[in-house]
Nanobody
Framework: QVQLVESGGGLVQPGGSLRLSCAAS????????IGWFRQAPGKEREGVSC????????YYADSVKGRFTISRDNAKNTVYLQMNSLKPEDTAVYYC?????????????????????WGQGTQVTVSS
């Protein structure tokens, strides 16, 4: 059982920045893909950004490319999402998610069905 605990959400003005953190309990698998999904009211959950331990690949949704950066600290079992130039349409609940096993970042980011474990979610609101 993997536990994922997110932090760092909040209210920010358009153009502002936030950094989300996701601390994972011990990942028993050497290979995994981990990242962030989001769900806005009335919309489906979508992949935002992921990173793979298998090949080091990263994935970004088109809507966040150039604004968001994913990174990880292996020693702390923590993954981060730096979000810059935030827009009102980025408002959503952001979930940390992990797939255990070999997978590219794009494979996880593109398919919710690949997620093995979810965090509880953290609210990000972009509003003036």
């Amino acid at each position: 059982q993997v536990q994922l605990v997110e932090s760092g959400g909040g209210l920010v003005q358009p153009g502002g920045s936030l950094r989300l953190s996701c601390a994972a309990s011990e990942l028993s698998s050497t290979y995994y893909a981990i990242g962030w999904f989001r769900q806005a009211p009335g919309k489906e959950r979508e992949g935002v950004s992921c990173i793979s331990s298998s090949d080091g690949s990263t994935y970004y949704a088109d809507s966040v490319k150039g604004r968001f950066t994913i990174s990880r600290d292996n020693a702390k079992n923590t993954v981060y999402l730096q979000m810059n130039s935030l827009k009102p349409e980025d408002t959503a609940v952001y979930y940390c998610a992990v797939h255990l096993g070999v997978a590219t970042a794009e494979a996880l980011g593109a398919q919710v069905a690949w997620v093995d474990y979810w965090g509880q979610g953290t609210q990000v609101t972009v509003s003036s």
